[in-house]
Structures are given as structure tokens and as C-alpha cells.
């Protein structure tokens, strides 16, 4: 099956120091996969995508992902992180069965102290 | 903002009853899924609809069921409520059926009592 793991359920940083909120992926053939930011009381916003292309994607708000095929991960960076990134982090898969869905991992909470 | 709206924000139910949750689709976007978000969970697929058909569905039972109309707005009804319906229920339209990016509204919160 195919599907995403996050293995962190929590991660803390200091204001101004570089996050990472790591994805691990299981997929048969070409993976597409997105990163998504959820803030309390609010639905899922897009941060950004892997297609094909360029093994770094750049998204919204300051953010990025690296591709690694060998290592079969999508980790989710930003350089310097501020307070207001604090919030619940998703990775997904788009799975086509004959249609297209997005398979989620289990979410990491960012916190970012001041 | 996405412009994908869902209404109502929060719901209370019964165990036994019925609800239906709306979706309106951002504008010309002609595919919606529905996902289900428990506590401390990712959300999970429960079915897609492109041009008023449902065009795939996710490991849920046929008490889950959906509409999607004309101008591509959607419903999701839930029979026979249980308490572990109780979720975050989020709506995602996409442009087109194959599309790579699916647009999230600000999900209806479901509690089942």
C-alpha cells in the first residue's frame, strides 16, 4: 500500500534557528508528493508539491522540501523559523487507483519558541 | 483563503440521527473529495465526486454518502450516527479530476454524543 510516515509527533525550535519536519514515503512507481500546514480551527493549506523535476521545491512562506529517491523521503525545511510557523504539519501522497486521492501521514507538531 | 466554504462550522448529534454536511467548491473547480479527520489523526479519504458522479470512494461504510450538483457544490450525509463519527469532516475541491492540487476548506467539526 502506498503511504507516507511521519516519525516525529512533535518537533521544537527556537525562533531564528532552521526547522525540519521529516516524511518518509512507501510508493509503487513515481511518487507525487505535497506538504500541507494546518493551523487551529482552520482546514488544510497547500504548502507545496513534489512532481518531478528539481530534488528542491520551493513552496509558500519561506518553505522547502528535499526529495531524496534513495532515501525515500520528502523532509520539509525552512532556514530560519519564526513564531506564527507553530502549527500542525501533513505529508501526503497522491495515490491514482483509477482516481486520484491524497493518502496523509499521521502529522507533526511544530512548535516555535520565541 | 482557499474560497472553499463548508457549513455548518460545528455540529452536535446523537448517536442514531442523520446529518449532512455542504461544501461549496471553489469556482470553476469541478471535482470535490471529502476526507475524515479524527483526533490526532491525518485525514482520511472517504470518496470523490467530478461531475455530480462519484468517481471513488475510500475504505468508509454506504452509511457515508454524498452529492455533488450542477454548480459542482457538494453534500456528505452520514446515517445512523456513531461516536466514532465524531471528527473534523474536510471538503477539497480540484480543477479537474486529475488535478494535483486539491483545495481545502475549513472542515465542519462533527460531534457525535
Known amino acids: 500500500a502506498q503511504s507516507v510516515a511521519q516519525p516525529e509527533d512533535q518537533v521544537n525550535v527556537a525562533e531564528g534557528n532552521p526547522l525540519t519536519v521529516k516524511c518518509t514515503y512507501s510508493?509503487?512507481?513515481?511518487?507525487?508528493l505535497f506538504w500541507y500546514v494546518q493551523y487551529p480551527n482552520r482546514g488544510l493549506q497547500f504548502l507545496l508539491k513534489?512532481?518531478?523535476?528539481?530534488?528542491l521545491v520551493k513552496g509558500s512562506y519561506g518553505f522547502e522540501a528535499e526529495f531524496n529517491k534513495s532515501q525515500t523521503s520528502f523532509h520539509l525545511k525552512k532556514p530560519s523559523a519564526l513564531v506564527s510557523d507553530s502549527a500542525l504539519y501533513f505529508c501526503a501522497v497522491r495515490v491514482d487507483t483509477g482516481f486520484q486521492k491524497l493518502v496523509f501521514g499521521t502529522g507533526t507538531r511544530l512548535l516555535v519558541s520565541p | 483563503e482557499t474560497g472553499v466554504t463548508q457549513s455548518p462550522t460545528h455540529l452536535i448529534k446523537t448517536r442514531g440521527q442523520q446529518v449532512t454536511l455542504r461544501c461549496s467548491s471553489q469556482?470553476?473547480?469541478?471535482?470535490v473529495s471529502w476526507y475524515q479527520q479524527a483526533l490526532g489523526q491525518g485525514p482520511q479519504f472517504i470518496f470523490q465526486?467530478?461531475?455530480?458522479?462519484?468517481?471513488g470512494r475510500g475504505n468508509f461504510p454506504p452509511r457515508f454518502s454524498g452529492l455533488q450538483f450542477p454548480n459542482y457544490s457538494s453534500e456528505l450525509n452520514v446515517n445512523a450516527l456513531e461516536l466514532d463519527d465524531s471528527a473534523l469532516y474536510l471538503c477539497?475541491?480540484?480543477?479537474?479530476?486529475?488535478?494535483?492540487?486539491?483545495?481545502f476548506g475549513p472542515g465542519t467539526r462533527l460531534t457525535v454524543t
Open positions: 469556482s470553476g473547480h469541478n471535482t
Open positions: 513534489y512532481i518531478t523535476g528539481d530534488n
Open positions: 510508493v509503487s512507481g513515481n511518487p507525487y
Open positions: 465526486y467530478y461531475r455530480e458522479e462519484e468517481n
Open positions: 477539497a475541491s480540484s480543477l479537474e479530476r486529475g488535478s494535483y492540487e486539491q483545495y
